[in-house]
């Protein structure tokens, strides 16, 4: 199967800083996340999956309202992992994080990344 690894997640307090790591490990995968727009998403308990952050091929970043100012997506080029610096977290920001393009084109979502926020 085809899928993005994501890393990075672990439990922290309020206030404090996680930073994910999302990495295509076949060829196929290396190429559709170089010429797509990728984007992190997170699944809460008990609510549907929703899109955090994303990052075009070019650089160009959109963020939800929840995140801005908080959160920060990057990839060094449009070949490399794409990450999130995640800051500030609280409570709420406690979800499986995972990756994928933006619109989501993976048929298999990876394992995701736990990410624990203390109160």
């Known amino acids: 199967q085809v899928q993005p690894v994501e890393s990075g997640g672990g439990l922290v307090q309020a206030g404090g800083s996680l930073k994910l790591s999302c990495a295509a490990r076949?060829?196929?995968?290396?190429?559709?996340?170089?010429?797509?727009?990728v984007a992190w998403y997170r699944q809460a308990p008990g609510k549907q999956r929703e899109l955090v952050a994303a990052?075009?091929?070019?650089?160009?970043?959109n963020y939800a309202d929840s995140v801005k100012g908080r959160f920060t997506i990057s990839r060094d080029d449009a070949k490399s992992p794409v990450y999130l610096q995640m800051n500030s977290l609280k409570p709420e920001d406690t979800a499986i994080y995972y990756c994928?393009?933006?619109?989501?084109?993976?048929?298999?979502w990876g394992q995701g990344t736990q990410v624990t926020v203390s109160s």
């Open positions: 994928n393009t933006n619109p989501p084109l993976l048929q298999n």
């Open positions: 076949e060829s196929i995968l290396i190429t559709i996340f170089s010429i797509n727009s």
């Open positions: 990052i075009t091929s070019r650089g160009a970043r």
